[in-house]
């Protein structure tokens, strides 16, 4: 099968290669996808980096760990029925080295999940990482109906999902945006103000927007950096779920300042969310996507062939929406 992979760390243009490698077949309890497109994520383009120095300790490793296409086969013990669904696929490359950069992959079923006809494969590729955060970013602590939640970073491919959950179940959103573009994008995934993150003292045009009242939950993409203004905003037994802290790695806490606020502090990554949370998530994309009840943006598609190039606009970012390598 033609594939792309890497066997050491450094920068996409020098290290990823592509090629033939062998077809793999499904073991028990797995389905061979024949994939059509495979999702690309900062996780994705860290672990290609060097961040995880063991990675490769085993060989080589066919990045990505979203993707969609096609069942073709099945192992052991799964129904026969299963072939020629039609599938998005989430953690094919993590605590295993095969991953969605290739023409197939052998998961556990449970990966594969049913994909709706009228739902493109491009889509499916994006809806692992960035759709199943926000929603355990959202929903992890309880109801959110009647709330207000900030989401900083809403024209992220994490903020925009979280944007459209919270406001669906109920919630006020207010979110942060650089420049009237981005603004107008939020806007249109639900939120219902929006300030911009580089004035200094933003937190005052967050609390201005909510009537001067502090909110009740923040899903936060730049935890340590951003962290002093959000307790500044937050109200007493308020949550802030955070998935990254990419300018601050190893933020310090004022630790008595969050304590007698009594806060909630949620740390969020897909591959450790209970499966009971992760198959919420799923229950609720089904739906979501079934009612086309969400908005979904691909802002670069690639070849297999320009793998580097989907890993370098990663890096770069400065664009809305997710990027994609067609197979």
């Known amino acids: 099968m033609k594939a792309a992979w890497f066997e ?97 992959v052998c998961i556990n079923q449970q990966r594969a999940v049913l994909l709706p006809f009228d739902v493109p494969f491009e889509v499916g590729a994006c809806l692992g990482i960035p759709a199943m955060t926000a929603h355990r970013c959202i929903f992890a602590d309880g109801e959110v109906e009647g709330q207000t939640i900030l989401v900083t970073g809403g024209v992220g491919r994490v903020g925009y999902y979280a944007i459209q959950w919270a406001r669906q179940a109920g919630a006020k959103v207010i979110t942060t945006a650089s420049n009237n573009n981005d603004a107008d994008s939020c806007k249109q995934a639900g939120a219902f103000e929006v300030v911009n993150h580089r004035d200094e003292d933003w937190y005052r045009d967050v609390l201005k ?9 923040v899903v936060e993409v730049e935890f340590g950096a951003n962290l002093p203004q959000v307790l500044k905003l937050i109200r007493t037994g308020g949550t ?13 806490m004022p630790f008595l300042e969050m304590m007698y606020l009594d806060l909630t502090l949620r740390m969020v990554i897909v591959y450790a969310m209970p499966e009971t949370a992760k198959l919420q998530a799923i229950t609720d994309l089904d739906r979501y996507l079934r009612d086309e009840r969400l908005i979904h943006r691909v802002a670069h598609q690639v070849a297999l062939e320009e793998i580097a190039k989907a890993h370098e606009l990663i890096e770069q970012g400065g664009f809305r929406g997710s990027v994609v390598v067609n197979i």
């Not at 052991?76 to 490359?93: D, F, H, K, L, S």
């Not at 927007?209 to 939950?217: F, M, T």
């Open 8 to 104: 050491k760390f450094g920068n996409a243009g020098d290290v990823l290669k592509i090629g033939e490698l062998p077809k793999p077949h499904p073991q028990p309890g797995e389905v061979l996808i024949a994939l059509a497109s495979s999702g690309v994520n900062p996780s994705d383009v860290k672990k290609r980096a060097g961040a995880f120095p063991n990675l490769l300790d085993e060989g080589l490793v066919i990045p990505h760990s979203d993707g969609a296409g096609i069942i073709e086969s099945v192992g052991e013990g799964v129904p026969e029925t299963r072939m020629g669904e039609r599938v998005w696929v989430y953690q094919a490359q993590f605590a295993r080295r095969f991953g969605t950069a290739s023409q197939y």
């Open 209 to 217: 927007a909510n009537g001067g009242h502090k909110l009740d939950r």
């Open 240 to 252: 802030v779920a955070t998935y990254s802290s990419s300018r601050e790695p190893q933020p310090k």
